[in-house]
Protein backbone atom coordinates (compact mmCIF):
# COMPACT_ATOMS: atom_id res chain seq x y z
CA UNK A 1 0.00 0.00 0.00
CA UNK A 2 1.34 3.59 -1.14
CA UNK A 3 1.84 5.99 1.22
CA UNK A 4 -1.23 8.07 -0.45
CA UNK A 5 -3.48 4.80 -0.16
CA UNK A 6 -2.99 4.97 3.72
CA UNK A 7 -2.90 9.20 4.23
CA UNK A 8 -6.82 8.43 2.05
CA UNK A 9 -7.97 5.18 4.42
CA UNK A 10 -6.73 7.88 7.42
CA UNK A 11 -8.62 10.50 5.67
CA UNK A 12 -11.71 8.35 5.60
CA UNK A 13 -11.74 7.01 9.01
CA UNK A 14 -11.45 10.89 10.29
CA UNK A 15 -14.88 11.56 8.23
CA UNK A 16 -16.45 8.67 9.81
CA UNK A 17 -15.78 9.68 13.00
CA UNK A 18 -16.58 13.21 12.24
CA UNK A 19 -13.26 14.79 12.52
CA UNK A 20 -13.46 16.75 9.00
CA UNK A 21 -10.36 18.94 10.27
CA UNK A 22 -8.43 16.49 10.84
CA UNK A 23 -9.34 14.52 7.54
CA UNK A 24 -9.18 18.27 5.85
CA UNK A 25 -5.75 17.99 7.33
CA UNK A 26 -4.65 15.11 5.49
CA UNK A 27 -6.89 15.55 2.27
CA UNK A 28 -5.62 18.86 1.16
CA UNK A 29 -2.09 18.17 0.65
CA UNK A 30 -3.13 15.24 -1.38
CA UNK A 31 -5.23 17.63 -3.23
CA UNK A 32 -2.32 19.91 -4.06
CA UNK A 33 -0.39 16.90 -5.39
CA UNK A 34 -3.37 16.29 -8.15
CA UNK A 35 -3.66 12.97 -6.20
CA UNK A 36 -6.79 11.68 -7.74
CA UNK A 37 -8.44 10.07 -4.83
CA UNK A 38 -7.56 13.18 -2.80
CA UNK A 39 -9.48 15.32 -5.47
CA UNK A 40 -12.37 12.65 -5.40
CA UNK A 41 -12.73 12.60 -1.32
CA UNK A 42 -12.51 16.71 -0.94
CA UNK A 43 -14.87 16.68 -4.11
CA UNK A 44 -17.40 13.88 -2.33
CA UNK A 45 -17.08 16.45 0.65
CA UNK A 46 -18.40 19.39 -1.07
CA UNK A 47 -20.95 17.14 -2.42
CA UNK A 48 -22.63 16.49 0.93
CA UNK A 49 -21.56 19.37 2.69
CA UNK A 50 -19.28 17.69 5.19
CA UNK A 51 -16.79 19.90 6.82
CA UNK A 52 -16.98 22.20 4.18
CA UNK A 53 -20.03 23.86 2.79
CA UNK A 54 -22.44 22.07 0.80
CA UNK A 55 -20.84 23.46 -2.59
CA UNK A 56 -22.20 20.92 -5.52
CA UNK A 57 -20.11 23.40 -8.43
CA UNK A 58 -17.01 22.77 -6.57
CA UNK A 59 -18.09 19.13 -6.42
CA UNK A 60 -17.97 18.89 -9.46
CA UNK A 61 -14.94 20.53 -10.71
CA UNK A 62 -12.98 18.61 -7.60
CA UNK A 63 -14.48 15.12 -9.52
CA UNK A 64 -13.88 15.59 -12.51
CA UNK A 65 -10.45 16.40 -11.95
CA UNK A 66 -10.35 13.07 -10.32
CA UNK A 67 -11.97 11.62 -12.70
CA UNK A 68 -9.71 12.75 -15.29
CA UNK A 69 -6.99 11.67 -13.73
CA UNK A 70 -8.24 7.78 -13.27
CA UNK A 71 -10.65 8.09 -10.07
CA UNK A 72 -13.56 5.70 -11.47
CA UNK A 73 -15.13 6.15 -7.92
CA UNK A 74 -15.23 9.92 -9.33
CA UNK A 75 -16.92 8.97 -12.48
CA UNK A 76 -19.79 7.22 -10.38
CA UNK A 77 -20.19 10.69 -8.21
CA UNK A 78 -20.69 12.37 -10.96
CA UNK A 79 -22.94 10.28 -12.62
CA UNK A 80 -25.05 10.37 -9.54
CA UNK A 81 -24.80 14.82 -9.20
CA UNK A 82 -25.92 14.77 -13.12
CA UNK A 83 -28.57 12.16 -12.80
CA UNK A 84 -30.62 13.64 -9.94
CA UNK A 85 -29.16 17.68 -10.55
CA UNK A 86 -28.34 19.28 -6.93
CA UNK A 87 -28.05 22.79 -5.99
CA UNK A 88 -26.79 24.71 -8.87
CA UNK A 89 -25.95 21.55 -10.82
CA UNK A 90 -28.67 20.89 -13.40
CA UNK A 91 -30.06 17.54 -14.34
CA UNK A 92 -28.44 16.03 -17.48
CA UNK A 93 -29.43 12.31 -18.04
CA UNK A 94 -27.16 11.76 -21.00
CA UNK A 95 -24.10 13.56 -19.23
CA UNK A 96 -25.00 11.07 -16.02
CA UNK A 97 -24.95 7.67 -18.06
CA UNK A 98 -21.88 8.69 -19.88
CA UNK A 99 -19.87 8.82 -15.91
CA UNK A 100 -21.66 5.82 -15.04
CA UNK A 101 -20.61 4.26 -18.03
CA UNK A 102 -17.09 5.33 -17.14
CA UNK A 103 -17.31 4.57 -13.43
CA UNK A 104 -18.18 0.86 -14.70
CA UNK A 105 -14.87 0.72 -17.03
CA UNK A 106 -12.71 1.91 -14.38
CA UNK A 107 -13.89 -0.43 -12.07
CA UNK A 108 -16.10 1.45 -9.68
CA UNK A 109 -19.57 -0.57 -10.45
CA UNK A 110 -21.59 -0.16 -7.42
CA UNK A 111 -24.83 -1.77 -8.76
CA UNK A 112 -25.77 -4.55 -11.00
CA UNK A 113 -24.74 -3.73 -14.70
CA UNK A 114 -28.32 -2.83 -16.10
CA UNK A 115 -27.53 0.66 -13.80
CA UNK A 116 -24.90 1.09 -16.11
CA UNK A 117 -25.98 0.58 -19.03
Known amino acids: ?13 AISN ?5 A ?21 MYQVGVGVPHDVPKA ?3 LTQAYELGDGVAAHNLGTIYGMG ?4 EQDL ?7 REAKK ?12
Open 94 to 100: PKSKYYY
Open 106 to 117: MGAQFASDEFYE
Open 86 to 89: QHGV
Open 24 to 44: LLIVTPLVEKEVPGALGLLGS
Open 18 to 22: EEYEK
Open 60 to 62: VEL
Open 1 to 13: MSDYEQQLIEATD
